[in-house]
């Protein structure tokens, strides 16, 4: 069987986002991926107890907290998303994520700076650390390529 892939909802067209709207990947792979049926989705925001749509969040520079716009503290909601995306690897034996980039739950090299000012800083977001932190290697759109020679790599041993 082929090896699987956990990606974020929003990639493929579920209407996940805080803004209430999709961001679709435009890629020839994933649709192959698809007809493979290695793609399982997570919307770690979603799946931590959040709303669609939500206010949107940033995680603070200072204390690692994740804040909404508006103040409201949702680290928790962040925090368990991300541990329902390492269950699910987990149960489908998953060492691979492609995660939309500059999430503050999925980003992998970008995340807002915390001040809703739209400016982005190197960092990881929640659910991103807490699968790297666990073994799994997490690419985003922008790493795509990587990830596809990862892949093929892959394919090739079993
Ligand atoms: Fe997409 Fe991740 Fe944001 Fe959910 S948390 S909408 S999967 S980027």
């Known amino acids: 069987p ?3 892939i956990l990606i974020s909802s929003c990639f493929l067209g579920n209407k996940v986002r805080y803004d209430g709207q999709a961001k ?3 890629h020839p792979v994933i649709a192959l991926w698809q007809q493979q049926n290695r793609l399982v989705p ?8 959040l709303s669609v749509p939500r206010s949107p969040a ?3 520079g200072e204390t690692g907290k994740v804040l909404t716009c508006d103040g409201k503290d949702v680290t928790r ?3 368990q998303g991300a541990e329902h995306a390492l269950a699910v690897c ?3 034996n998953i060492q691979f994520a492609l995660l939309k980039e500059s999430s503050p739950s999925c980003g992998s090299q970008l995340i807002y700076d915390g001040t809703f000012s739209g400016r982005k ?3 990881q977001g929640v659910c991103s650390q807490v699968l790297s932190a666990n073994g799994i290697a997490v690419y985003s759109e922008v790493s795509i390529e990587k990830l596809i020679a990862v892949i093929a790599h ?3 041993l079993t």
Do not use: M, T
Request: glycine share 10%; proline share 3%.
């Open 2 to 4: 082929y090896c699987k």
């Open 24 to 26: 679709v990947i435009n």
């Open 42 to 49: 997570v919307c770690p925001e979603v799946s931590g107890g």
């Open 58 to 60: 940033e995680i603070q």
């Open 77 to 79: 909601a962040f925090l």
């Open 90 to 92: 987990r149960n489908h």
């Open 121 to 123: 800083i190197n960092g």
């Open 154 to 156: 892959q394919d090739s």
